[in-house]
């Protein structure tokens, strides 16, 4: 089972009541992913009730960077959305992060007071917990990520028809050189088609990167999702 490297915790400035989850984007670490989104957030992120978890992923070998060793979530057998996809180590990642989600299940927050978000393929990694394995989950934010065509989360929810599922917010940069957009899109149409509720916000002149836009969009969506609780704000 794949083991983290390390994890970053900004615990609620007041009373915890919910939970989130940030995960990098591949090569990155959970150090960098908060400094970039403190930056564009112009302060450090931070919540009364939230309290944020950032997991490094583990150093392993990724066979797009011919098989040299990086901070990866999961490996892929190519960058394209038609690869398919390397099932046993999403499902080891998978099983590992759960037990993280788990913890903070076990720590008093329910299970609809926990949101899933990431960049890259950090937002492939929420949508693949979200979708397969903790679908009873508050919701998923994918920035600039996608399933492949062929995902396993696709056949599951094929599988499982009319199951609940959590609300899908995704961003993507129409001028990403990495991602391309339409795979984005592609991802959105599938899952739609399976029943899962998207919001797909489109990013003018943004390339495979996060913006102040989006952060700001994300907090709102967040704290929509996961409001304060009256008995919080009163503590």
């Given at each position: ?16 009541s ?33 309290k ?12 797009p ?11 892929r ?8 996809e390397?099932?046993?180590s999403i ?8 037990e ?9 927050i329910?299970?609809?007071r926990?949101v ?6 950090g937002?492939?990694?929420?949508m693949?917990?979200s979708?397969?394995y ?12 996608f ?11 094929k599988?499982?028809p ?24 592609d ?5 739609k088609e399976?029943?899962?509720n998207v ?13 102040r ?15 304060e ?6 503590l």
């Amino acid at each position: 089972m794949a083991k983290l490297s390390k994890i970053n915790i900004v615990n609620a400035t007041k009373t915890h009541s919910a939970s989130l989850f940030l995960f990098h984007g591949s090569g990155a670490t959970g150090t960098n992913f908060k400094e970039w989104i403190d930056i564009l957030n112009r302060q450090e992120l931070k919540f009364p009730h939230i309290k944020i978890i950032y997991p490094t992923a583990p150093l392993q070998p990724y066979i797009p960077l011919n098989g040299m060793h990086s901070h990866v979530w999961f490996n892929r057998k190519n960058i394209s959305i038609e690869a398919q996809e390397d099932t046993e180590s999403i499902n080891s990642i998978c099983t590992t992060v759960t037990e993280l989600i788990d913890k903070e299940i076990s720590d008093g927050i329910p299970d609809n007071r926990i949101v899933l978000a990431g960049f890259s393929m950090g937002g492939a990694l929420s949508m693949y917990l979200s979708y397969r394995y903790k679908l009873s989950l508050a919701g998923c934010c994918a920035m600039s990520s996608f399933l492949n065509e062929n995902s396993f989360v696709y056949q599951h929810l094929k599988n499982n028809p009319g199951i609940n599922t959590p609300p899908l917010l995704q961003f993507h940069g129409i001028a990403d050189n990495l991602v391309p957009i339409k795979w984005g899109e592609d991802s959105r149409d599938n899952l739609k088609e399976l029943g899962v509720n998207v919001q797909f916000v489109p990013l003018d002149h943004t390339d495979h990167e996060l913006s102040r836009t989006e952060i700001q969009s994300f907090k709102e969506w967040l704290l929509d999702i996961l409001p304060e609780k009256i008995s919080d704000s009163k503590l």
